[in-house]
């Protein structure tokens, strides 16, 4: 195992293909079974589009959750990671599933800028959708907790920072260390380059006091998940944020999201304490 690619999931988690099946047969049955509204566009692109779904018997008022799915910048989309959205609306807040576009055609810096419109799509929209736009929380896994980090993170290149309304963040088995992405089987599906790498590593970002994040990762995961979150702790930290790690018994790389559509586990007990902590 240790002359495997780190981050070659499939090679590490024996029921890869059945659990990414499993994905997808819960999410079918939570659109079919919750109020929801698909498809809805936050921006003119094709996958600039967002999933909204409500609680049972909804009303005004409501947190709004965000979430950003993962696939390594250049698989999957948000109708995979609609079961998310059953813990999230059973809490009694309003589910946002967001999609993006896929690297090696679109860019890194493009999709960090759609899941910062697509957050700020909800904040323009959230009170029509019956939310309240001052509780307004987010949670990515893999690629996605790298692309939620930016909605409140400031890229090493950027002036100014985001304003996208979001208050507090769960990311889940992150890559916040580009680097060494180049070096990996993803190389050649992405071509991320130097800039890239060094310009969206959330380690070397420009943090600020304002950032409150949950950081978590499977205890079975491999090691540069592991490393990555302790040093964007680090980095947070050291900036004066607000951080909290956590490493989970018995889950990897697939199933800790899988954990967090799943009432009662530790994952969504993190995802609770991110919707509905005291603001």
Same mark, same amino acid.
């Given at each position: 195992m240790s002359d495997l690619d780190p981050y070659m999931i499939r090679a590490h988690v024996p029921d890869f293909a059945?659990?990414?099946?499993?994905?997808?047969?819960? *999410?079918?049955?939570?659109?079919?079974?919750?109020?929801?509204?698909?498809?809805i566009a936050y921006g003119e692109g094709e996958r600039e589009e967002l999933d909204v779904f409500w609680p049972q018997g909804h009303s005004s008022g409501l947190p709004i959750h965000i979430f950003v799915h993962g696939g390594y910048w250049r698989a999957?989309?948000? !109708? !995979?990671? *609609?079961?998310v959205a059953n813990t999230i609306v059973e809490s009694g807040a309003?589910?946002?599933?967001i999609d993006y576009d896929l690297m090696p055609d679109t860019r890194m810096e493009v999709l960090i800028d759609q899941v910062r419109n697509a957050a700020k799509w909800v904040r323009q929209n959230g009170e029509k959708l019956g939310g309240d736009t001052s509780q307004v929380t987010a949670s990515g896994h893999s690629a996605g907790a790298h692309l939620a980090s930016y909605l409140q993170l400031q890229g090493v290149d950027e002036v100014d920072e985001p304003d996208t309304g979001v208050s507090r963040l769960l990311l889940l088995s992150g890559i916040y260390d580009l680097q060494p992405i180049r070096n990996s089987f993803l190389q050649e599906e992405i071509s991320l380059t130097e800039e890239e790498a060094t310009s969206w590593s959330p380690i070397t970002c420009d943090a600020s006091a304002d950032i409150n994040i949950e950081l978590a990762v499977g205890a079975?995961?491999?090691?540069?998940?592991?490393?990555?979150?302790?040093?964007?702790?680090?980095?947070? *930290?050291?900036?004066?944020g607000q951080v909290s790690s956590a490493t989970l018994a018995e889950e990897d790389h697939m199933t800790i999201v899988r954990s967090l559509?799943? *009432?009662?586990?530790?994952?969504?007990?993190?995802?609770?304490k991110c919707i509905h902590e005291e603001y």
């Open positions: 059945d659990i990414a099946e499993q994905y997808a047969q819960d *999410s079918e049955h939570v659109r079919d079974i919750h109020d929801c509204e698909l498809d999957n989309a948000k !109708d !995979d990671y *609609s079961f309003i589910a946002i599933i079975l995961e491999t090691a540069p998940f592991h490393n990555d979150m302790k040093q964007f702790a680090k980095t947070i *930290s050291g900036a004066g559509g799943e *009432s009662g586990t530790e994952c969504s007990q993190l995802l609770m």
